[in-house]
């Protein structure tokens, strides 16, 4: 079964306007990271965050981590057209096997120009 | 450096043939994974490696054989290919630091695979 969920499914914004996905989970985690996967491409990576952080920056990138709640969240500031793509959080599981990163079925960001 | 690199790019099977998806890896990664992507069900684990020698499964195994015989290599195998298993396929590797997965994976371009 697949361990985090992100929502929403789909996302259509203007450029400029800010988009926020979110994700949640259903057990602890060790870290949790976000991945981007532009049409027809491999996936890549964004930015990991430590169950033991609560926010982390990268650029125009915001997550925050809120592990009382098992749930995550990315924000892409001031978006462009470049950003249209499908977007992953990934986690893995603490106490499981601690080597099965398990992804979510993505949202689906447009950014119209 | 050339990172994951994943062979066929797209490949066409009949009901029954067997073959062989290849991924290579040259940033001395200890683990390595496979993912299968079908629309709306996002990436689920097929098998993954910590290292030469070690193989596992993950969330959907059945079908699919693997085996690590040097760090760099981590061959995908259909034995007898069914239409189900149509779908793009995806390698990834990661450093290890200690027993976690506290790093970032890096991905193939991805292995399109329709079988008719």
């Known amino acids: 079964s697949q361990q985090g969920e992100e929502d929403p499914q789909a996302l259509s914004i203007q450029e400029g306007e800010n988009a926020t996905m979110n994700c949640s989970y259903k057990?602890?985690?060790?870290?949790l990271q976000w991945y981007r996967q532009n049409s027809g491409r491999g996936l890549v990576h964004l930015i990991l965050?430590?169950?033991?952080?609560r926010e982390k920056h990268s650029g125009r990138l915001r997550v925050t981590l809120d592990t009382s709640k098992k749930s995550s969240s990315l924000l892409i500031t001031a978006s462009r057209a470049a950003d249209t793509a499908s977007y992953f959080c990934a986690t893995d599981a603490l106490g499981g096997s601690n080597y099965k990163l398990t992804f979510g079925k993505g949202t689906l960001l447009t950014v119209n120009p | 450096n050339a990172g994951v690199t994943q062979t066929p790019k797209f490949q066409v099977l009949k009901t029954g043939q067997s073959m062989t998806l290849q991924c290579a890896q040259d940033?001395?990664?200890?683990?390595m994974s496979w993912y299968r992507q079908d629309p709306g069900m996002g990436l689920r684990l097929i098998h993954y490696?910590?290292?030469?020698?070690?193989?596992d499964q993950g969330e959907v195994p059945n079908g699919y054989n693997v085996s690590r015989s040097t760090t760099e290599d981590f061959p995908l195998r259909l034995l007898s290919a069914a239409p189900s298993q149509t779908s793009v396929y995806f390698c990834?590797?990661?450093?290890?630091?200690?027993?976690?997965?506290?790093?970032?994976?890096?991905f193939g371009q991805g292995t399109r695979l329709t079988v008719v």
């Open positions: 940033m001395n990664h200890e683990y």
């Open positions: 965050i430590r169950s033991n952080e």
């Open positions: 057990t602890s985690i060790n870290n």
């Open positions: 490696s910590v290292g030469a020698g070690i193989t």
């Open positions: 990834a590797s990661s450093p290890l630091q200690g027993a976690l997965l506290y790093s970032e994976a890096f």
